[in-house]
């Protein structure tokens, strides 16, 4: 998966879906690794609200250490 710069402010609940998927995070564990509600992240997935620009280059750094994200969630 890739999360273009210039793409950023184009972020959608459809892109941070498919962002938690490749991570393999349940919602909970998404939400926990951004620091945020699952409420929170259920309203960015069905887009109810934007994902504000802070989470979005959060998202971008989560994909970039893919390893650390996993090792945060091992058993």
């Known amino acids: 998966m890739k ?19 490749h991570l393999g995070q349940t919602q909970t564990q998404f939400a926990s690794t951004m620091g945020v509600t699952l409420i929170t992240v ?22 970039a250490l893919r390893p650390a994200v996993e090792m945060l969630h091992s058993n």
Do not use: C, H, K, Y
């Open 42 to 63: 259920g309203r960015w997935e069905r887009g109810e609200i934007q994902v504000p620009g802070p989470a979005r280059r959060l998202a971008q750094v989560l994909l």
């Open 3 to 21: 999360l273009d710069n210039d793409r950023l402010d184009e972020m959608d609940g459809g892109d941070i879906r498919r962002l938690r998927q």
